[in-house]
């Protein structure tokens, strides 16, 4: 790999001039090592981008400095030129002159700007006599200081997501005022992904933002999946790789494609497979046209009987919405879906109708979507079957009984018992059940967002060979998944998306965890069987 | 037992043993209900038995509390989709005061005015049902204010006064004919207890119902009309709240505008203490039926004693936190299972 000269490797400046600089930071999560020996370093008013896929460290990296986890030892720490003893105390941050702003900004919309603005310092000072005028007055300052057209009187859930996300950002740069007034330390915002659900013009004004906030002198760590945006805002960037620093870097000498480089690990070849491997012409069994909702935008796509497609893209892009929107779970603005000739329009679609049209959906949230953990197993797989199977009156009868027992050893549902509460069972075969209850109606389109997710290696496999078996027997399967070995295990092909669109296609041999996620960092200019230069 | 399981006879014995004790505590949940009925009877019989160990003391206290399991039916229907119905006391007053001021002050045939009646209650779920799935209001904030609602128009119809002198037959229909020497009126009770049980553990729409009040989500996704299980549960509970107004009516052959209104917080006490025991963690019918029994043979036993009317507040109020709280434990078990 080819990095500008002298890039490579963190921490160049002199220690002293940094205003964060971390060495040899590891942290192991029982046997599995989550950060393996990081060191950089953050300059005074520098935008530092840190980037790296889901699973990289850098959450680990980013829980580290909010004293969340406790390093492993070894690693040291130096805030504002001054050693700092590791691990942080939780909440400790604060006192270090670091504040963080997370994806989901940490704001009650209920309340007004005002008490937002002043959340942390009631839960952390007690006040007895809290001066609203004085506040407020400071509030408006702030706000004119830094161009926001906000009233503090307002309640944040009148304001528009951008302003929400502006108003997280100058909220967590205020909470230092008082350590900056007090050391000589000028702060550090950590602004954890805090653009994927922004549109485009609005990530500049966030940008303006983070630039006028740099100016008065603070530094920021960006975290970001969309490179675009790390090279616009950031002066380096750091990118982690299996959790380790696979380069620092000054943003303005790299290009795109070097980063995508750094993130995935070695330089993809896309291979030039035959497109149109399988399945695609005349045969699709399941065709969906027009799919607008949520983030999703003019959505089309073809499936054929047996094919199992995946959909995938960065946190953001709108992947995991579509199998929501197809089964009614969340309202479609428009399109059509068309299971065997027969048309369903989505705009109308509820779970009712399109459970009737022979369409299943396995949500990812199984704790709270996917089943009742107080309920017994039972209880649980019978629900779609409680008329069918049972005939209506009296339901207790053995015929439920004998279809779970037939369903759990069919799935392997351990432990083979049938009374048991599913929130007893480990996840894996939580997820058995959750498949064995919808597979049982034999459906013709599986929806299936996240399915392996909190599910033990060993039950993996057997959610793969359910899903398997299930399009062999001719359902189509669509996949939402941020999973890429998953997706390369299971799909036929992998459509990938970026902002709300299906950009680009992988089909057969070409599908590999690498260039799944090459073609999500790249985004929408990564045009279907472009090489990378 | 074969000792080619691996295991050694001790530790098959010992898990053979904590299973029994396992069976043991579920059985005493299952039945505590039951048994601390039975105790409170036999202390009571020890204390006063030639007045309260009497089949006309049992009579009176299975008849005249027929209108109690029938509202407590009623509240567990919406109770177990997850909605409260705090407006059922006062259908149960209102439908007691339609058919009061129909069938005495206009002459309305006692047929009719049953029927009017009912119609109320059902009418009272359909607006419940309307606002709380309609406009997505917590059912807690809806019945409340509809409960007071109904209040004001029971003290409209009636200038707040008792109204009696309500046909003989609804009264004979009631209370007055018996059968053991209960009146007919337990027997109605008993027989809705059964029909609640049956749909409550024998039908598809017993079970959309409990998934609908576990997890709102889930039976969405299910594809259960949520919106609709938790609309008709109410239009029940409005229904049973009226007719346990009806039977109200027959049992004092009058109506008078406040006396209903005691019943909420009994008929509440009665659904979680129930859901204690029987199907330990559910709402269920037995419980309740048995729970309304189990508090009024407490009170019953206690007046005899000479402790006067302050003992029912007492009573009614300590078993509603006891029983939330016991059904907390319960549930906090569930959690740990899960």
């Given at each position: 790999m080819s990095l500008p000269d002298g890039l490579a490797g963190g921490g160049r400046a002199s220690p002293g001039g940094l205003v964060l600089r971390i060495e040899n930071l590891s942290k192991h999560f029982g046997g599995a090592r989550a950060l393996d020996g990081?060191?950089?370093g953050v300059g005074p008013r520098e935008v530092h981008g840190l980037l790296g896929q889901n699973g990289s460290g850098k959450s680990t990296l980013i829980k580290v400095l909010a004293g969340f986890h406790e390093p492993d030892p070894g690693a040291r720490l130096w805030v504002g030129g001054t050693e700092v003893a590791l691990p942080i105390p939780p909440g400790g941050f604060r006192a270090l002159g670091i504040s963080f702003v997370h994806q989901h900004l940490g704001l009650i919309p209920s309340l007004t700007v005002l008490e937002n603005l002043l959340i942390s310092d009631f839960a952390t000072e007690?006040?007895?006599?809290?001066?609203?005028?004085?506040?407020?007055?400071?509030?408006?300052?702030?706000f004119v200081r830094y161009g926001l057209a906000i009233d503090p009187s307002e309640p944040v859930s009148r304001l528009s997501p951008v302003v929400r996300a502006l108003l997280a950002i100058v909220r967590a740069f205020d909470q230092l005022r008082e350590v900056?007034?007090?050391?000589?330390?000028?702060?550090?915002?950590?602004?954890d992904e805090p653009t994927?659900?922004?549109?485009?013009?609005d990530v500049r004004e966030l940008f303006r933002l983070v630039r006028e906030i740099v100016r008065d002198g603070a530094s920021v760590i960006f975290v970001s999946h969309d490179i675009d945006e790390v090279l616009e805002i950031t002066d380096r960037a750091t990118v982690l790789r299996d959790g380790r620093v696979a380069g620092t870097f000054e943003t303005r000498s790299v290009t795109k494609d070097d980063i995508v480089r750094m993130i995935v690990g070695r330089r993809v070849e896309l291979k030039r497979a035959p497109s149109a491997a399988r399945g695609r012409s005349g045969d699709a069994r399941v065709r969906v046209w027009g799919l607008d909702g949520g983030s999703v935008e003019g959505l089309s796509l073809d499936v054929a009987a047996g094919e199992i497609i995946g959909l995938t893209g960065l946190i953001g892009s709108g992947y995991d919405e579509v199998v929501y929107l197809l089964y009614g779970a969340t309202r479609a603005t428009a399109g059509v879906l068309e299971i065997e000739g027969e048309r369903h329009e989505l705009a109308p679609m509820t779970p009712t109708a399109a459970i009737g049209a022979g369409c299943v959906l396995v949500p990812g949230d199984r704790q709270n979507a996917g089943a009742v953990g107080t309920l017994s197993v039972l209880d649980n797989v019978s629900l779609p079957v409680l008329e069918t199977v049972a005939n209506g009156w009296s339901i207790r009868g053995s015929r439920l009984a004998a279809n779970a027992t037939v369903l759990a050893e069919r799935f392997d549902v351990r432990p083979r018992?049938?009374?048991?509460?599913?929130g007893a069972l480990s996840g894996g075969n939580q997820q058995k059940v959750v498949l064995a209850k919808w597979l049982q109606l034999k459906p013709r389109l599986i929806l299936l967002d996240e399915p392996t997710q909190g599910v033990d290696i060993g039950a993996r496999e057997q959610v793969f060979e359910a899903v398997r078996q299930a399009a062999r027997d001719g359902a189509c399967v669509l996949c939402a998944s941020s999973d890429f070995e998953q997706l390369e295990a299971i799909c036929d092909r992998v459509a990938i998306f970026s902002r709300g669109r299906a950009v680009s296609e992988l089909a057969g041999d070409e599908i590999t965890k690498s260039a799944i996620a090459e073609h999500c960092y790249k985004g929408a200019d990564s045009a279907r069987g472009e090489t990378v230069p | 037992m074969s000792a080619a399981s691996g295991s050694s006879p001790s530790t098959v014995e010992q898990a053979r043993k904590k299973a029994s004790r396992q069976n043991l505590v579920d059985r005493l949940e299952r039945y505590g209900l039951i048994i601390a009925w039975a105790v409170v009877i036999a202390i009571f019989g020890v204390l006063r038995p030639d007045t309260f160990l009497t089949w006309p003391n049992f009579a009176t206290i299975l008849g005249s509390q027929a209108v109690l399991v029938v509202a407590t039916l009623g509240l567990i229907i919406p109770l177990t989709a997850g909605d409260y119905d705090l407006s059922l006391a006062s259908v149960l007053t209102l439908s007691s005061m339609v058919i009061a001021v129909l069938n005495v002050n206009y002459g309305v045939p006692i047929g009719l005015s049953v029927l009017a009646a009912l119609c109320t209650g059902v009418l009272t779920g359909i607006v419940n049902g309307f606002f709380i799935t309609y406009f997505g209001i917590h059912s807690l904030i809806v019945t409340l204010g509809v409960?007071?609602?109904?209040?004001?128009?029971?003290?409209?119809?009636?200038d707040s006064m008792t109204i009696s002198g309500i046909s003989f037959d609804l009264v004979n229909a009631v209370i007055v004919w018996r059968f053991l020497g209960v009146p007919l009126e337990f027997y109605y009770a008993l027989t809705l207890c059964i029909i609640v049980w049956y749909v409550f553990s024998y039908t598809a729409l017993g079970r959309r119902l409990l998934f609908v009040g576990r997890n709102r989500e889930v039976a969405r996704l299910s594809g259960i009309r949520v919106d609709r299980v938790r609309w008709g549960s109410l239009i029940a509970s409005g229904f049973l709240g009226s007719l346990a107004g009806v039977l109200y009516a027959g049992t004092t052959g009058a109506a008078d505008p406040s006396s209903g209104m005691t019943y909420l917080l009994p008929a509440f006490a009665a659904s979680f203490l129930g859901a204690t025991g029987i199907n330990p963690g559910r709402f269920n019918p037995w419980g309740a039926t048995i729970a309304v029994y189990f508090l009024v043979t407490g009170i019953t036993g206690l007046s005899i004693l000479g402790i006067s009317t302050f003992v029912q507040d007492l009573f009614y109020g300590g078993a509603l936190v006891i029983a939330v709280t016991l059904s907390q434990i319960v549930r906090g078990r569930e959690e740990r299972l899960a």
């Open positions: 990081v060191s950089f007690d006040r007895w006599r809290i001066g609203w005028k004085a506040e407020g007055r400071r509030a408006r300052d702030l900056r007034t007090a050391a000589g330390s000028q702060g550090l915002l950590v602004l994927p659900f922004l549109p485009a013009a018992d049938p009374a048991l509460p599913i | 409960g007071t609602f109904l209040h004001g128009i029971t003290l409209w119809i009636s």
